[in-house]
């Protein structure tokens, strides 16, 4: 998700927003690991030394759901820097939605502001340009950060991609929810797929390495990207709709093709991408997991988990209420958005927990953890 009205804006709305989002900042309450929360008091030695030996890659994670200027400005804190440090994952996919006229401004802004974030806390953080930038962070124990859009309205034309590649953007959605010039979003009402100019800018995007995401398209743009694309795309935080019948997730046939091109599908925590009814909790993630390795193999799904590492449920009440009323209604929003024991910064140990008690090997489990999105970056990224 990630979206409007927590994507960034111009700074002028931002300002405005600074006091209501002020509760949003992490404290040292909040995210200072304590003896109890470590993960070896928690988790078993296979889940720890799975993980820990891993390239784990969050292919949809925003460092922050907090989007004022304080939240990159300001110093990473002491609490924060234990928190990334502790959590696991070695890739964050820090992505936004950028819509309508204001969308070329508002991304520039985003990578400005992330990536100089990013440079000025470079004892956690690393920015990633390659692929081997990944395996080189996990290498000095550092938060690999890929730079990425949810959408593609920043593109006013096809030079346009090439001049954000540039400037550090590695992977771009097509459309968001609604129609754009490329295509339909999944929650359109009609669908019709992609259009000239997105085949333009898909092969200005394969031109130049970089990654097309259509987690958020409809159907039939889902199906014609794929087509598309000589290269292989991602579905980088979606889930299957063949267990859960909701307009944001993907069915059997996308799923299919996307895989037969060597793409791969990020599996997200959003509760009601995971299940229609309650309880939901990590084991119906893996249920998802589960149904792409039958239906197409191990090598095609990952992980894309749509949070930062403390969960939208960790918003104030305020903003928690303008972000689900941003939505139309067949987002169908229940009480709650994270899903059970997948809704804290150590999410990634459960689900290994939750992969082992499912019987998966070591090995896939590494793929599910972060390899098979390590490949696909290897083979799509210039």
Not at 84 to 109: M, Q, W
Not at 158 to 182: H, I, M, S
Request: glycine content about 8%.
């Amino acid at each position: 998700m990630s979206d409007s009205p927590l994507r960034l804006t111009r700074r002028r709305t931002l300002q405005a927003m600074a006091g209501v989002f002020a509760a949003l900042a992490l404290t040292e309450v909040d995210a200072a690991p304590t003896a109890a929360q470590d993960p070896k008091n928690k988790y078993s030695s296979k889940v720890l030394d799975l993980v820990q030996r891993s390239l784990v890659i969050d292919m949809l994670a925003p460092l922050k759901l907090d989007f004022r200027p304080e939240a990159y400005a300001l110093p990473l804190t002491d609490a924060e820097a234990a928190m990334f440090r502790t959590c696991g994952i070695t890739g964050f996919h820090n992505s936004v939605g950028v819509r309508g006229a204001s969308a070329y401004d508002d991304a520039l802004e985003f990578i400005a502001a992330w990536s100089g974030f990013v440079g000025r806390n470079t004892h956690v953080f690393s920015l990633v340009g390659k692929a081997d930038d990944l395996d080189a962070a996990k290498g000095k124990q550092k938060i690999a950060v890929i730079m990425g859009l949810q959408n593609a309205d920043e593109f006013r034309e096809p030079k346009d991609v090439k001049a954000f590649y540039e400037l550090g953007l590695r992977c771009a959605q097509l459309t968001y929810n609604t129609q754009n010039l490329l295509g339909s979003g999944s929650t359109e009402r009609v669908d019709g797929g992609i259009s000239d100019y997105g085949e333009q800018i898909i092969k200005a995007m394969n031109e130049v390495g970089m990654l097309v995401d259509v987690s958020h398209s409809g159907d039939k743009t889902t199906l014609d990207a794929i087509e598309l694309s000589p290269k292989p795309i991602a579905f980088t935080h979606s889930n299957c709709r063949a267990l859960n019948n909701h307009p944001r997730l993907k069915t059997d046939e996308a799923i299919r093709k996307l895989a037969a091109k060597g793409g791969v599908m990020g599996i997200t925590g959003v509760r009601m991408f995971v299940k229609d009814k309650e309880p939901t909790t990590v084991e119906d993630i893996v249920d998802h997991i589960d149904h792409v390795v039958k239906l197409v193999g191990i090598d095609h799904v990952g992980i894309g988990s749509d949070s930062d590492l403390m969960g939208y449920d960790h918003m104030p009440p305020d903003q928690y209420k303008q972000l689900k009323a941003g939505y139309k209604a067949s987002y169908a929003f229940r009480d709650k958005i994270d899903t059970d024991a997948f809704d804290h910064p150590r999410k990634v140990y459960d689900l290994t927990a939750a992969l082992i008690r499912r019987g998966y090997s070591d090995s896939n489990i590494q793929a599910i953890l972060g390899g098979n999105f390590r490949r696909l970056l290897g083979s799509t990224w210039t």
